[in-house]
Structures are given as C-alpha cells and as structure tokens.
C-alpha cells in the first residue's frame, strides 16, 4: 500500500514539471515528401548564445531520430523562438483570525506565499515548406526552466523539451 502511495505522489509531481505541447498543422499537405531542413536563415530564438547552441544540438539530434537530413538546399526551414515568464507557483500558508458569540460569529483567512516564482519557457518550433514559402507545421512547448541550473541539466531540459514538440510530428492525421 505504501509503494502504491509513493507512486501515485511521484507520477503526480512528475506529470506537474514535464513539459506541455500543443500541435497545429495544414491538413492538406502530405509531410512523407520532407527530408531534408535547415535552420531559418534568421534562426534567432532569444535564447542566450550558449542557450541557443544548446537548443540546436538537441534538435539537430532529434531532427536524425525524425529521419531528417541537414541540408544547403532544405525542403523544409525549421524556426523556434521563446517566451520566458513567471508563473506563481501556488504554494500558501493559511492565516485566520476569528471569534464569536451567541448567534454571530466573525472571521478573516488569507494566505500568504510561499516560496519564489516559477520560471518557464515557452518554444515555439515552427517548420516552414521552403518552396510554397508556407507554415505547415507547429508545436508550442511550455516548461519549467531553470536558467540558473548547471550547463548539462539545461541540456537535459532542451532534450526534454524538443522531444515533446517533434513527438507530434509527423502528425496523425
């Protein structure tokens, strides 16, 4: 019972920092006839430039695993840019006060924070048909990200994060 417990607590903590994504894509194009891309010739994500190399190696590597090829002539441009923000992250203290007597009975609750804001990035990968000049497919990834971390575990974070997004593709029609 206890294993069961600890479990279900794990998977619920997991599932809260695992990144989030939303697919969108043009249902008329058939995606079997791309497997060549290349970054957009503007490819500037808003990452720092270390950030940004980081982000590349991870989606150079998945791009392999999609069965995509790097090349100077691409069928397709990929494009990402980020979003950072805080979000609260919700954890309080409660704080009460209250009396009463006879029929009547007064009270004042709030709670206070705790803890510090969380960070998150939002990517957007955008993959972009180099002959029709036209956006085909999407993925908007959202996730917990610390800036702050040590350079492999930001590795790790970009490899978790570009393997959601490209999970969806190609997309199931």
Known sequence: ????????????????????????????????QYSTYSLFPEFETGLSQLDES??????????QLENFSVSEDPEIYVNVYTQEYQQDNRSRVGVGIGGGGGNVGVGVSGGLP???????????????????????WQAIVESPFEFGAEPQVKQDQLDKIVAKALKGYPPKK
């Open 114 to 136: 705790v803890g510090r804001m969380n960070t998150y990035l939002k990517l957007t990968f955008d993959f972009i048909d180099v002959k029709k000049d036209m956006l085909v």
């Open 1 to 32: 019972m206890r294993i069961l417990k600890n479990s279900i607590i794990i998977l619920f903590l997991a599932a809260c920092n695992s990144p989030q994504a939303v697919y969108d894509y043009d249902q008329k194009v058939n995606f079997d």
């Open 54 to 63: 980081r982000l590349t190696t991870s989606l150079r590597s998945a791009m």
